[in-house]
């Protein structure tokens, strides 16, 4: 008769195995002769080692910003755009936003209606202010109604951040 693991045993190894990834994660951010290059090809690889590298990318911010173009090309898919904005949000803001503006200028020349909904959902989620605004009148100038939509929902949710206020008001939303 088989015996399956117990709760505890199965918990001890999930911890066991996060301990170890832990410790590999150091030891490739430490160690490795050339870790841009290795996550670049990652990032292009798609599956686990694309999954992987976003993750690695999320939890140590020393890369990000010279593989911000990537990043920014896979913040508009539906599958990863959570983990591309995250790993996007590690790089410091001071350095971030004047790498993030070209490429989301540019972006926009060819973007379709969802490619500006998800560039708008990554300014929002590393607090962009400008350059959302910047996107949403983009889109509220378009004559398609469905970019008109986005520039409305990122108004009614994000406007306070960047309209005029009156004074005494906070921007907190």
Known sequence: MSTAPSDRELWEAFVQAERE?????????QDAQDRLEILRAAL?????EQATALSFLGTFSGDGQELLPQL???????????????????IPRDRLEPLLAPLIMDELDSADCDDFRRL??????????????????????????????????????????????????????
């Open 21 to 29: 990834l832990h410790r590999r994660q150091a030891a490739f951010f």
């Open 44 to 48: 292009t690889e798609g599956g686990w």
């Open 72 to 90: 920014v090309a896979l913040s508009m898919s539906d599958a990863l755009a959570l983990a591309a904005r995250r790993a996007i949000g590690r």
């Open 120 to 173: 708008a959902e990554l300014l929002a989620h590393i607090g962009a202010w400008r350059l959302l605004e910047q996107l949403v009148h983009r889109a509220r100038a378009n004559g398609d109604p469905d970019f008109r939509e986005v520039a409305e929902d990122f108004t009614d949710k994000y406007g306070p951040m960047w309209l005029p206020r009156p004074r005494g008001m906070s921007r907190n939303p």
